[in-house]
Structures are given as structure tokens and as C-alpha cells.
């Protein structure tokens, strides 16, 4: 089991409300990832943050932003939630890049 | 950026066959190819991952193979049983890079 934690794992929100899903590794990791899952499986990379005070955004436009005080936690934070944004989220690590990305469970959210 | 093509999008096997999922990359420069398994409600885990240095890698009834000349590498999967059903996805890096997925194959094995 990787240790790399997600909460909530299910969100149901309203539309325009601020929301901020949570991801904590406690392996010590440098580097660390938000990917969109779409209904269709496929992974969007749209954060990544390769050490503390370091973040980057993705392939992926999205509205959401990121920070990386500290090294085990990068929050993602939507400020005003819409339809749109309904999908799943994954959150990654990885001791260097090139090397096993370990996942969280997710935090599926739907915005109503 | 890299591209990472991968096909089939879904594979129906009978417990006891063998299955095969191909994917293609775009970026020479790519060095690392890692492959994961998703199962529902959880998130992907690495199952096998191959360096460009090396051709073929064998763990059990798992198999990864690497051309790097067509830029392509595949999943061999022999002796499936039920319960390797689930999304698998591949992934291509370069150094310095973040992860490019595939789109992803659904594995059925039926009984």
C-alpha cells in the first residue's frame, strides 16, 4: 500500500461554492502530481510541484490551482466550482522523475 | 510533447489466454516506460515498468517488451484469470518529465 492519502473521497458540491481536495504522502517525496480522470479513463496531467514552493501546471488547462508549503501535502483548490469540473481526481508522488508514480485512491467530485 | 498512443481501447479474454496491449510513443528522447493497473475505485498501481537500456522484462505472468528503433512497447499478459480484470494504462518519460499516459485498455477475463 503506497502511502499517499486523499480526502474526501467523494464530494458532491454546488455551483459556484470554493472547494479544496487534500493529498498527503508522508514517503518523503519531492515530486508530486494532480491528474483529471475523465469518464473516459483517460489521465490528464493538470499540477505538478517538484519540490517545496515549486509548482507547475500541466498539459491540461484547468481552473484550479495548487501550492507545495510543505512536502507532503499539495492541496488542489477550485475557487468557484461548476459542472464542468465534475470528474475524478488523482493525486501522485514520485521519489525522482522516471521512477514508480505511487496513487492516491481519488476524490471523485461532482458539481451540481 | 510526447504522445502516447495505446490499443486496444477494450480486450475480452477467456481465463487461461494470453492478452496484449501495444502502445506507441512520439518523443525519441523518452526513457522510462512504466505500466499500471487500475481497478475500480482505486487508483492506478505500477504492475511493471521498463528503461529504454533494456528490451524485454519478465515479473511472473507479466511481460513488457520495448522496441525503441519503431518507438513502440507492449504488455504481454499470459495465464489471465479474473482477477487481472481492470483498466490498464501505459506511460512514457523523458528525464525532467512528468508522466504521459495512454488512454487506457479495459481488460475483461471471463471465466
Known amino acids: 500500500e503506497a502511502d499517499i492519502y486523499q480526502t474526501p473521497r467523494y464530494l458532491v458540491i454546488g455551483t459556484g461554492k470554493k472547494i479544496t481536495l487534500e493529498c498527503s504522502q508522508t514517503?518523503?517525496?519531492?515530486?508530486m502530481y494532480w491528474y483529471q480522470q475523465d469518464p473516459g479513463m483517460e489521465l490528464h496531467l493538470i499540477h505538478y510541484s517538484y519540490g517545496v514552493n515549486s509548482t507547475e501546471k500541466g498539459d491540461l488547462s484547468s481552473e484550479s490551482t495548487v501550492s507545495r508549503i510543505r512536502t507532503e501535502h499539495f492541496p488542489l483548490t477550485l475557487e468557484s466550482a461548476r459542472p464542468s469540473h465534475t470528474s475524478q481526481y488523482l493525486c501522485?508522488?514520485?521519489?525522482?522523475?522516471?521512477?514508480?508514480?505511487?496513487f492516491g485512491q481519488g476524490t471523485r467530485l461532482t458539481v451540481v | 510533447g510526447e504522445n502516447v498512443e495505446q490499443h486496444p481501447s477494450t480486450l475480452s479474454v477467456q481465463e487461461g489466454d494470453s492478452a496484449v496491449i501495444k502502445c506507441t510513443y512520439s518523443d525519441s528522447a523518452s526513457n522510462y516506460f512504466p505500466w499500471y493497473k487500475q481497478e475500480l475505485g482505486k487508483g492506478p498501481q505500477l504492475i511493471i515498468d521498463?528503461?529504454?537500456?533494456?528490451g524485454e522484462k519478465k515479473d511472473q505472468r507479466i511481460a513488457v517488451t520495448l522496441n525503441k528503433t519503431a518507438k513502440h512497447f507492449s504488455l504481454h499478459i499470459t495465464e489471465t484469470q479474473p482477477e487481472d480484470s481492470a483498466v490498464y494504462f501505459c506511460?512514457?518519460?523523458?528525464?525532467?518529465?512528468?508522466?504521459?499516459f495512454g488512454k487506457g485498455t479495459s481488460l475483461l477475463v471471463t471465466p
Open positions: 501522485a508522488s514520485s521519489e525522482r522523475e522516471n521512477t514508480e508514480a505511487f
Open positions: 521498463i528503461r529504454s537500456n533494456v
Open positions: 514517503m518523503g517525496h519531492d515530486k
Open positions: 506511460a512514457a518519460s523523458r528525464s525532467g518529465y512528468a508522466l504521459n
